[in-house]
């Protein structure tokens, strides 16, 4: 897809190209991630996972946790750690 020229309003707002939201299926009210990368400003799109596929990653966790030699105390106790940070 072509490099496309837009504004900014005074508001800080920006209207992101009809192909391009056509292109990766954005609606309004669609989520996506701004962040700087290399003075380039970056928006990636966030999608919410199925609850199967949400699923399938929790058994990978605990598959590897297991594997790991963690416990589920193990990783209450590293969860709070994180929480204090």
Do not use: H
């Not at 966790?61 to 590293?78: C, F, L, P, R, T």
């Amino acid at each position: 897809m072509p490099v496309q020229v837009i504004t900014m309003s005074t508001k800080g707002q920006i209207v992101l190209p009809r192909e391009m939201r056509e292109a990766l299926s954005l609606e309004a009210g669609s989520k996506l991630a701004v962040f700087c990368e290399d003075g380039a400003i970056v928006l990636k799109p966030l999608s919410v996972p199925s609850a199967d596929d949400f699923r399938e990653s929790l058994k990978k966790a605990q598959a590897w946790a297991i594997d790991n030699g963690y416990s589920e105390s193990d990783v209450k106790d590293i969860i709070k750690e994180a929480r204090k940070k």
